[in-house]
């Protein structure tokens, strides 16, 4: 039996802060229609038989020999599913290290419609290589791509185009009696434009069409009758969470660093990966040289320009405003010591539908930068990133309220003048 989240109908009582075990990403924008949030299971009951695969990271040969192995049998000789009811669990990092994570790719994306249509099951849950690739944090760690997987997930005009330029590249070494084989050429070529810029916007583009894409229709955690299934794990104090809540804030995570990304500043930090207690997983970055502003104020550390260092706290108020988070937790805005420029985590509580800003969030400055976003950013554009993440009537409300933030700046600008308001 399949059992579908509920939505939460307004705000909750604030959580901790998602244990970093638990992999809170960050996301590229996807304007594909997925299905919404709360159509997304993630528990299920009554399943007799469950098959588990762990950490793949590119090995095909030996995941193919696990799905055929005597005893398992989830698929016959041409690969197609012969699993029934049964459900596989994928518990994430396809990724990296290994050449053919996106053969293993293909295969599970196409081993799920077939098991849906036997009353079997497959699920992929995310893992950290996964974000890393989605987000194009995997740049920071050019050893977790080979070429072979870089060259695979190229946009296939791109991808021609660049084997037009290795062949020239061999015939102009050929030419000048250049003794490295025509292979280690190629792979000189394919290593050093995943290490360019270019190279890895491509790479990053390819990846996220299709294969990012479907990712985000899965969970980061489901429970198969009394089990739960995560990728990295779950401390104690993090187990008292719902898994629809866990789900969730996975998802609010993404869509806050998406709009955060659409709007052109930097208030929202990236994820990287990271090992804390034994466990490697990736998390929100907490940058170094920072405290909290709530440490900050305990502290009595004091800026060199308190002027600026206000204006950056106002910044993140109106960021706050349009997502429709509190302005007073300041547990989760962060300082950072060495240029005093501020960033906020933990957007948990943010994107209730609410049509109204919340009080206490009183808007009086705003950064230029965030204000330009705010008026040329097309609402259109804005509810085609945030389908992944949020339902309907919570684009509808951040809408609304990005609408009112823009009002009540212009009002301020006519009242006081663009000086004493834009910053």
């Not at 041409?78 to 293993?104: C, E, F, N, P």
């Not at 299709?210 to 489901?222: F, S």
Request: proline share 4%; hydrophobic share 40%.
């Amino acid at each position: 039996m399949e059992h579908s989240p509920r939505r939460r109908p307004g705000f909750h009582p604030s959580p901790p802060r998602l244990a970093s075990s638990l992999i809170v990403f960050i996301l590229t924008a996807f304007c594909a229609v997925f299905p919404l949030p709360a159509e997304i299971p993630f528990i299920w009951t009554g399943v007799e038989r469950v098959i588990v695969i762990g950490d793949l990271h590119g090995d095909y040969e030996n995941f193919e020999k696990i799905i055929k192995g005597k005893g398992i049998e989830l698929v016959d000789s041409a690969l197609h599913w012969s699993g029934g009811k049964t459900h596989l669990v994928q518990t994430g990092d396809i990724m990296d290290r290994g050449d053919d994570a996106r053969k293993i790719l293909d295969v599970l994306m196409r081993l799920e419609t077939e098991a849906e249509a036997t009353g079997g099951k497959v699920h992929v849950l995310i893992g950290n290589h996964e974000e890393l690739n989605i987000g194009g944090l995997i740049s920071r760690y050019p050893d977790y791509v080979t070429w072979h997987e870089f060259f695979d997930f190229l946009p296939d005009e791109y991808r021609r185009t660049q084997e037009r330029n290795l062949e020239r590249r061999i015939l102009r070494a050929e030419a000048r009696n250049d003794r490295r084989s025509p292979e280690d050429i190629r792979i000189e070529f394919w290593n050093d434009l995943k290490n360019q810029p270019d190279g890895q916007r491509q790479y990053l583009v390819g990846f996220n069409d299709r294969y990012g894409a479907w990712l985000l229709r899965h969970n980061a955690v489901i429970k198969i009758d009394n089990t739960v299934f995560v990728h990295g794990g779950i401390s104690e104090k993090y187990s008292l969470w719902g898994i629809e809540k866990i789900n969730e804030r996975f998802r609010l995570e993404l869509a806050a660093y998406e709009l955060n990304r659409l709007l052109g500043v930097e208030i929202v930090p990236p994820v990287v990966e990271r090992k804390i207690e034994g466990r490697t997983g990736s998390l929100q970055i907490f940058l170094e040289n920072c405290v909290s502003e709530q440490d900050r104020r305990r502290k009595k550390l004091q800026p060199p320009d308190p002027r600026a260092f206000a204006n950056a706290l106002d910044g993140v108020r109106v960021f706050e405003s349009l997502v429709g988070d509190e302005c007073s937790n300041y547990t989760d805005l962060l300082v950072l010591l060495e240029d005093w420029q501020c960033c906020r985590v933990d957007f948990s509580e943010a994107f209730a539908p609410s049509e109204e800003l919340r009080a206490g969030c009183e808007i009086t400055v705003c950064s230029r930068k965030l204000y330009e976003g705010l008026t040329k950013l097309a609402d259109v554009t804005i509810e085609a990133a945030m389908k992944a993440y949020l339902s309907d009537g919570e684009i509808k409300a951040l809408l609304i309220r990005k609408s009112l933030i823009v009002e009540k700046i212009k009002s301020l600008i006519a009242e006081k003048g663009e000086a004493a308001v834009l910053f």
